[in-house]
Every structure is written in structure tokens, then in C-alpha cells.
């Protein structure tokens, strides 16, 4: 399951799991945001590629127009996975608070 | 069948007509073939002027005339006409005066220039209750239609219905297996530009694998002997299906003709790149190493393009070091800036492995990965073993974790390892020859920087191997090989004697330690201990040779005195 919608402050609020499954629906939300958008993975529990594959795409498009997705609240596993394929370079990932 | 309504003016004709759509129907042939068969038996058995059959798109919510004699195809909303009305209320519909009638749409009529008077809309419904789409005869010849016509109009429509159906299972089914024999193209093409055999590097032990999954993965995997050294290859595409599997295989012809053209790592790893950024979706990319070995030096540069974790053995300290990528993955981005490439220092009996993560991410039946700390335990315990063989471990554990859960994504193992230091020297098959063997023994282990708390066991256990084979030893060949591999974390030591009887003394049974000792011969007690001091005593005859070879090996690493 994966939930993503507008939290506070314009700041876009996804949980659960990111996986092939789902990764259309995130995509079809992340298609409608602009600007520099900070997306806060708190709560989410599990990246795929293809998840991945769906923050890159997005990532793109917002560079495009020079804003960027901004990532917060990223768990240390969550790191892991950012470092091992190296879109830790991809993305401006905010220190744990 | 609906007896309900009786049918008194079901002619000879009609049956005939009836039955001839029921065969027809039953032949395999293609949609308009199909509908073009319904609409003429309709207007046969109906006696009407025109006919024609709307299919239903729930995905778009219209009707689609995909057939109607002498009338062009259109798409209309599903509630439109008297069409839409019959889908919507799925009844049969009878109008003996159309342009009486508000649901009836003119628009066709002036178009085509006909004149439509009467007409009959049926709908059609599959066996599962769901609408497939809406039959319509016009003008029966001399008058309205009738309720006989409406039995027989549902009749007809029922074997519309389930044809129709049928058609659309099988062109899905068609459909289908031209996609699956796609996938299969792909996945030959894919799979023939991994190498065939590995290319022989003086010095070094290469091993490369690459098992597909069923359905998806774009693994790929190469080493290509250049001017720079070898290039060693391990990628892996994102996504499902054809894609990774036509991408992996462009990644490699790109990086061959990169480096074929002389490109440093860095150049064929920024080009590459970028080439991808510009080609690839914007949502995939591929996780790759790229290497280059320089067999001379024994440095083993890299860039990784979000491939990880890269694996290096040491074989003085049997350590394992994990390295990251250098970058993220190919095609991802285009590179602004690389980070500086990696490079590893391969001594002897180094090992470098590259997994891809359908190893890493292999999962059991109740979800858990396979994970990194099982494949360094396997190649820490592996030693100075071939390549080959280490991959053939990996595989089996891997199949053994798995517990029968399926492979759900491509395997593919890419091994590179130095030789291990190595030393023989043959010796006196005399029992005076024993303090040269302790002193090649103790020479290899300083030069090779052996813990040196191992060598008294080694001693020992050479000893009591070597005077063995001076005492049973037949004249002959009067000579003993010994030879040292250095291994991760201690020695591999093999005695070889030539031209002798069979003679295994590991077979020799326990010397009884608990007898007292006026009982207690002196025999089999070195051979005892010997099983006590070392690991994986080993015992091989080749007949052939008349060659008998004895091996065993030791190392420092606490965590594997246990079990012997």
C-alpha cells in the first residue's frame, strides 16, 4: 500500500511501499507538483527501482524548470539504498532532524 | 433455449440461416470476418434491408461500429441513439417508426443518405452477464418487425455474443504469444553478447555467469581484453520486460566500441552515460561496474555507476571490504561531474566479486533477502579455489536459501581473482629431508606474510604426513612434492608422493587417548592430532600416476577452528 498526497506547507507526504505496483500511482501525483518540492519519505517503508525510477523521472521534469524534489525525514535503510545506487548524487536529501 | 415465445413462421430458410451462423460462428477467423457472418445471416433470417453490430468499450464508454454494411465506422458515446439506450437498459428494443421515436438519432440517415423506417436493437450480453456490444437490423422487408422476429433477433444475438467473445480471447491470446515471443527475442539477443568463454589473463582466475529469470531483468556481464587490460563488465537495467533486456545489450556494445577505440575508464564511462541519458526513458537507467584491469600491475581500476555492493577478499587478512558505487546509476542523469574512479590492489589470492542484486535480493518464501554477509562468509571460507567453483557455491547456496521460491529477477556473478602466492619444491623422500621442508615452509610464510602462529601446526602436520610417506613409501620415484598456496587468511598445503601404492592415513582410526599408557602404541596418534591441528584434511589416489596427494589447510581465523 502507498499513500502520497499535499501535507503541510506544500510539502508532499508519502508512506508504504514504493514498489512496481504502485509506482504509477505515485507517478500520476508527482506529475501535477512544480517548483522545489520537498517530499517527505518518513514513512516509507520500501523503494524499488522502479520507485526510484519514478523520483528520477520527477526529479527531471522539476530540473527542467529549475526547481528539484527535496527529500526529508529519510530512514537509515532508506539511505542505504540511495547511497549503494549512488542517487544519493541525485537528489539534495535534507540531515535527520 | 427461450420457448416462451412460440415461432410459427420459422421457415425451412431460416433454420438453415440459423444453423449456418452456428458453423460459421465456430470457425476461427478474425473480428470482421465474424461480424460481417452475423449482420448478413441477420438480414437473411430477419428479411431485413440493413444490419450492423456496435461493440462496447467500457474503457472509453462508447460504441464502436465496427461493421455495418455499406456504413463507415463511428464511435459514439454509450448512451446515445437507441444503441445506447438497448446498452444502457440491455433490452431488446422494437421501433416500427424510427423518426417517431426521440432516442433515434437522424444524423446516420442524412449522412449516408438512407432512410431507416423500422429497426430492432438488441443487446449483446457474454456468458458472464457483462455487454459486449448491440445488434441493430433496419426495414424489414414489407412491414415491422414482430415478436417472432425479436426470438429469433435474440437467438442470433446470443451467438453474436459468445463469438464475439471468443474472437477477443483469441486475438488477446495471439496478442499474447507475439508478445511473449518478443520478450523471447529479446532476452536470445540479450543473452548472446554475454562471453562465450572467459578470456585466459595469465595470473588471474576469471568466472562469469549469468542465470536470466523467466519473465524480466536486463542483466549483462563482460570482460574484454584491451590494450588498457581487461574491461570487466556487470549491468543490470531497470523495468520489466523487453526494455532492460534491449538496453543492457546496447550499454555493452557502447562500452565495447568505447574502449575498442582506446577511451580511458573515465571517458567510456562519462560517454556511455550520457549516450543513455539522451536514449533511455526518462524513468529508467542501469546500475553497471566497469573495470579495468591491469594484469601487470595487478590495479584494478573502477567506476560504478550505482552498482554495489562491489566485494574485495583480501587474501593476507581474509577480510572482505565493501565498496560503493562511484556514481549513480548509467543514463540516469547526464554526468556534471564523476567522482574519481576506485582503485583496488589485487595481491595474490585477492578475489573481487561483482553480484548483481537478483543474488542480493533473492527472496525466501517468507520474504528475506539473501543479502550481503552470506556471500562474503562463502568466499571467506572458500580459499584459493577456483572461480568456477566459488560461483557454483554461491548459486547452491543461493538455491538452497531460497527454499523453491521462484527467481525473480536475473543472477548473474561476476568473479576476478590473482592467483595465490604459490611455492613447490620437491624433497628427499627421507626423513633427513625434514628441516629442509620446515625451512621452505618458514621461508613462505615470511615472504608471504603467513601468520606465523601457524606454523608450528603446519609444521606438525607436514611432519607426521611426510615421515608417512617415507615409511610406507615403496623404492621408486624417491622423491615428495610439497607445495604452499597462500589463502585467505593461512595456507593451503598439498604433499604429493610419486609412484607408490594407495596409502590413505586419514582413513587410520583414532588413536584411543584414554588408554593408559603402558597400552598405548605410538602409532596413529600423529595422524590423531594432525586431524585436530588442521582443516579439511584430504586424501586424493591417482592410479593412473601411481600419485598419492595429501592436502590440508590452516588459517588464523578464529571463527573456523570451530568446526574442525
Known sequence: ?97 | MDSRVPHPRLSALDLEAILGVTTALAQPFDLTTMLAEVVNAAKQVLKADRGSVWLYDPAKEELVLEVATGIPAVRVPATAGLAGACAQSRAIINVPDCYADRRFDPRVDRESGYRTRCMLTLPLIDHRGALVGVMQVLNKAGGVFDAGDETLAAALAAQCAVALQRVRMTEALIEGERMRQQLELARDVQMSTLPSAMPAIPGYDLFGTSRPAEQTGGDTFDMIPTQRGLVVVLGDATGHGIAPALSVTQMQAMLRMAFRLGADLATAFRNVNDQLAATLADDRFITAFIGVLDPRTHRFEFHSGGQGPILHLSAATGACTSHRPTSFPLGAMPLANLRPSVTLDMQPGDAVLLLSDGVYEYQDPDGQAYGEARVEAIARSHGARSMAALAARILADVEAFARGAPQQDDVTLVLVARAPATAARRFARRVDALPALFAFTAAFFAEHGVDVALLSPVDFAIEELFTNMVKYGRPGRDEVELALARIAGGVDVALTDYDVEPFDPTQAPDADVTLPIEQRAPGGLGIHLTRRLVEELEYRYVPERREARISFRKRSDPARQGGA
Open chain 1, 1 to 97: 500500500m502507498l499513500t502520497i498526497e499535499a501535507g503541510a506547507d506544500g510539502i508532499v507526504v508519502v508512506k508504504g511501499r514504493l514498489d512496481a505496483a504502485q509506482a504509477a500511482h505515485a507517478q500520476g501525483f508527482l506529475d501535477q507538483v512544480s517548483g522545489t518540492v520537498t517530499l517527505d519519505v518518513a514513512g516509507l517503508e520500501y523503494i524499488s527501482s522502479a520507485g526510484l525510477g519514478v523520483l528520477l523521472k520527477t526529479q527531471k521534469r522539476l530540473m527542467g524548470s529549475a526547481g528539484k524534489l527535496r527529500l526529508a525525514g529519510m530512514s537509515p535503510h532508506l539511505r542505504d539504498i540511495f547511497v549503494y545506487s549512488g542517487f544519493d548524487q541525485l537528489f539534495e536529501i535534507e540531515p535527520a532532524r
